[in-house]
Structure formats: C-alpha cells, structure tokens
C-alpha cells in the first residue's frame, strides 16, 4: 500500500511560486495515477491536476492551467506541483492523492496525504 507525505508549502506573495511535493512510500507508485486537490475552509475539496502513471498523461483545472505543472519521477517515486504567477485565490490546503486510474474527480483516488497549507499573500 501506498502512503503520501506532502512537503513544500508554505507563505508566499502573490505573484511568487512554490513547489509542492508528496513523497510515496511503498512499490506500488508507478503503478498509480497521481493528483493534487485543494480545499479551502468551508468548500468542498477541488481538483487541482493529475498525472497518468506513465507521466505523460496530464490534467489540470482551467484555474491553474498555464500557471501549475504536475509532473512525476518514479525513481524517486515523488509527485511534483510546480506552482507559478500565484494569486490569493490560491490559498488552500493542498492534498496529494493516489489511484488507480486518476483523474478529475475525488472518487476516482482512494489514497490521501495529509495535506499542506498554501498561503498566497496579496
């Protein structure tokens, strides 16, 4: 079984950038569909971006298109948001999720990391 540990969030202007990780423990993750999801208190939890397992595969949220690349290296096994031209909106929690297939919606992972804040100050 997989487990996710996010890292790299974090404070930042508006305008800025950072780069998330999840680090995947287990042997299982380049079997697995990757994707990032954010919540905000008091909204439901939102698709962010997804990576097929083989890497190439990429879906994003109209939001962040353009601005945020997911990407993935299996050796590492280690899953990446490079998150650029950050707004305020952009503050949430950010939670890395693994799945069989992935895709947009929650339903479609069934394994969770814990989450790490984004705080993007205007």
């Given at each position: 079984q997989?487990?996710?540990?996010?890292?790299?969030g974090?404070?930042?202007?508006?305008g800025?950038?950072?780069?998330?990780?999840c680090?995947a423990?287990g042997?299982a993750?380049s079997?697995?569909?990757?994707?990032?999801?954010?919540q905000v208190p008091?909204?439901?939890r939102?698709?962010?971006?997804?990576?097929?397992?083989?890497?190439?595969t990429?879906f994003?949220?109209d939001?962040?298109?353009?601005?945020?690349?997911i990407?993935?290296s299996?050796?590492?096994n280690?899953v990446?948001?490079?998150?650029?031209s950050?707004?305020?909106?952009?503050?949430a929690?950010?939670?890395?999720?693994?799945g069989?297939?992935g895709g947009?919606s929650?339903?479609?992972?069934?394994?969770?990391?814990?989450?790490?804040?984004?705080?993007v100050?205007s």
């Amino acid at each position: 079984q997989v487990q996710l540990v996010e890292s790299g969030g974090g404070l930042v202007q508006a305008g800025g950038s950072l780069r998330l990780s999840c680090a995947a423990s287990g042997r299982a993750f380049s079997t697995y569909a990757m994707g990032w999801f954010r919540q905000v208190p008091g909204k439901e939890r939102e698709f962010v971006a997804a990576v097929r397992w083989n890497g190439i595969t990429k879906f994003y949220a109209d939001s962040v298109k353009g601005r945020f690349t997911i990407s993935r290296s299996n050796v590492n096994n280690t899953v990446y948001l490079q998150m650029n031209s950050l707004k305020p909106e952009d503050t949430a929690v950010y939670y890395c999720a693994a799945g069989v297939v992935g895709g947009l919606s929650q339903a479609e992972y069934n394994l969770w990391g814990q989450g790490t804040q984004v705080t993007v100050s205007s």
